[in-house]
């Protein structure tokens, strides 16, 4: 089965959702500074064995570079990782990669799976 995960706010314990959208951009450079969810690494890890896992942010495009690093610093499991640049481009690449399972803090986000 295939597993998904946001980033910020389920693998971190920071979220962008208060802040306006351009903020991701200004603090990009900290991105590779932020404490993980240990947590919720172990219980992706501990999924890893038996599924594969998709790690899908709404993050710009230009930061799959940086977010990649702190994947792997972390060793949070990963088949593929997806910078998407927006919402609606999120749901587009869960849907088109067939993933079963997502983990996200925008309850907006799991209302439109549901709709899937």
Partial sequence: ?????????????????SLP???????????????PNKEMIKL?????????IFIIS???????????RWIERHKIPHSQVFCVGGKG????TIRENNIRIFFDDRPKIGKLLKEI
Avoid: N, V
């Fill in 1 to 17: 089965m295939k597993i998904g995960s946001d980033i910020d706010g389920i693998l971190t314990f920071f979220s962008y959702l």
């Fill in 21 to 35: 959208w351009w903020t991701s951009c200004l603090l990009a450079p900290f991105t590779l500074f932020l404490p």
């Fill in 44 to 52: 992706l890890r501990k999924m890893a064995k038996k599924h594969e």
């Fill in 58 to 68: 709404s993050r710009p495009k230009f930061l799959t570079k940086m977010t990649r």
């Fill in 89 to 92: 481009k999120k749901i587009q």
